[in-house]
Structure formats: structure tokens, C-alpha cells
């Protein structure tokens, strides 16, 4: 096994994504908050995800505390501060990263990313489709959906779904998904917190007429676990870790 890169190998190196990652930040085409990073936290998420800040993953670790796009509709996790005002866990926490930085580690099937207030997940795919069970290619991204309560693969790597997303990719992304008035209901849910729909998604009713669900705010927790437990029981496919927000 390759011994993990310190810290240095990671950090210093010609062409850092950050300055093109954060002018597109800036000039996002949707609402998006930057928290501020921990540099502390940053530091070890880093050398536990061991990736070099040439890409927009380690980027993102390293400069932020994590995004709210939209609203705060998606999360992408950071290095946020361990208290940060907007309740947002980090990139470590939702993966079980071990307590020791740099610790050999990688994730079982895929490095949960971000999520939706719907419970939906955004993964890196850690291998091959045969030995993780999700589907695309090696660092793919792939998104659990919870309308169809299955695995999808993007078709794009983590720094090209981070640029569509900024871009505005959210809009034709969550076509059907959103119904009127959804952005007075989101922008006042902390990080770790979700809308549950009655009846959910993946029903007929919803499918039908999505305005006339009824919304409550739930852990996002206990979101992604009822996504979980509905899709062993229904489709007897246990779509495996979705993360720990």
C-alpha cells in the first residue's frame, strides 16, 4: 500500500484549482453562501482525502467551509468550523473519516459530497460499478435519487459537476422536483436538516401534483434513512452508505 502524501505534496503544486474555482464562485449564476474554513480541519480532511488542491475536490476542502447552493436547497460539504452559524457538517464527519489525519482510509462504495433537502445524495464513485454496486465509472459522480430511490451516474467528474452546478445546472437538474413557493420554505433549514414530503416522492400521488404534498422539517438523518430503509423494502436493493450529516 502507497504511504499517504503529507501534507506539503498536497498543497504545493503548479496550478491550484482555487483561483478559477473561486471566481466561479463569485460569478455563480444561483445563490450561493461560502462558509469560512477551519484551517485546522481543512488540514486533516485533506490529508485524509488525499488529493492535491490541482483539483476542484481538494480545493474546496482546503479553501471552504462548504456551500449552499440555491438557497441552501443543496449542501456541498467542506471544512466548515465546528460551530458555524449555518449548522453545516463537514466533508469528514459525513464520510466517518478516522480521528488520526492522513489514516490509510477510503470510503466503502463512494465519497458522499453534498445533499439535497430531499434527502437526494451526490457521491464520487470509488471504483468499478462490479465492486461498489454504484454505477458509472471510477470518480464519477452519482446521485441517490430519492423520487426513484436508486443510484444514477452524472456522466462528470466532481469538478465539472461543481462548475455545472455553479452555473445554474440546479434548475434543469430538479425539474419536477421543486414546487411553487419552494424557496420561502428552504432558505430557513440548518445544514442538518431536510423537508420530508407526505406522500414521498417515489409515490404516484407526488409524481401526479408535487404541490399538493405536505412538508414537514425532519433531521436530514432520518431522511436519507427512510430513503434507505423504503428502497431495501420496495426494490430489495440496499443502496449502502449514504452519509452521516
Known sequence: MREPRALSELTEVEDPAWPRLEEELRAAKV???????DPGRAAATLLTTQV?????????????????????WLRVYGSPVAHNDRRLPGLARVNGYPD??????????????AHDVLGGT?????????ATGLPGRPGEMVYFAPDSLRWEAIGAGYGAWLSWLLAGGTEEFYEGLRWPGWRDEVPGLTGGEGLSLYPPLWSAEAHQDL????????????????????????????????GTP
Open 122 to 130: 451526490f457521491a464520487i464513485q470509488g471504483g468499478t460499478e462490479e
Open 52 to 72: 492535491t488542491v490541482r483539483s476542484y475536490l481538494g480545493a474546496f476542502v482546503l479553501h471552504t467551509g462548504g456551500v449552499l447552493v440555491d438557497d441552501g
Open 211 to 242: 404541490a399538493a404534498t405536505s412538508r414537514a422539517v425532519v433531521p436530514l438523518e432520518e431522511l436519507l434513512g427512510f430513503g434507505r430503509d423504503t428502497a431495501v423494502r420496495l426494490d430489495g436493493v440496499d443502496p449502502g452508505f449514504l
Open 31 to 37: 445563490p450561493v453562501e461560502v462558509l469560512d474554513a
Open 100 to 113: 488520526e489525519p492522513g489514516a490509510a482510509w477510503s470510503p466503502a462504495a463512494g465519497l458522499v459530497v
